[in-house]
């Protein structure tokens, strides 16, 4: 839909923290999604329709937090404690919503950033 350019991921170890960047000239609802080798992909946080707010599922949630500055129209995505479970390509996209305890999403996927937790 938009061009969507993340960045910010790198190689940290277990129960480091990392920030990624997402920038795009619309980020209406932006919420990000990561796929590990050998796995679907599966949603990171999303918006809540109901409550407005931001929406982190299971496997993030208490770790990851999402912000964003509109005046340089960048979303980040802020992780702490990661795992090497959280190892995955990162994508944020647009005109996302929760279903339940999952995240979806309308929009296409950027070229994503790599993230690598490990020792």
């Known amino acids: 839909q938009v061009q969507r350019v993340e960045s910010g991921g790198d190689l940290v170890q277990p129960g480091g923290s990392l920030t990624l960047a997402c920038s795009a000239s619309?980020?209406?609802?932006i919420g990000w999604f990561r796929q590990a080798p050998g796995k679907q992909r599966e949603g990171v946080s999303c918006l809540d329709l109901t409550s407005g707010y931001t929406y982190y599922t299971d496997p993030v949630k208490g770790r990851f937090n999402s912000s964003r500055d509109h005046a340089k129209k960048t979303v980040y995505l802020q992780m702490h404690n990661l795992r090497p479970e959280d190892t995955a390509i990162y994508y944020c996209?647009?005109?996302?919503?929760?279903?339940?305890?999952?995240?979806?999403?309308?929009?296409?996927w950027g070229q994503g950033t790599q993230v690598t937790v490990s020792a």
């Open positions: 996209a647009t005109d996302t919503w929760r279903d339940g305890s999952r995240c979806m999403m309308s929009g296409q």
């Open positions: 619309d980020y209406y609802a």
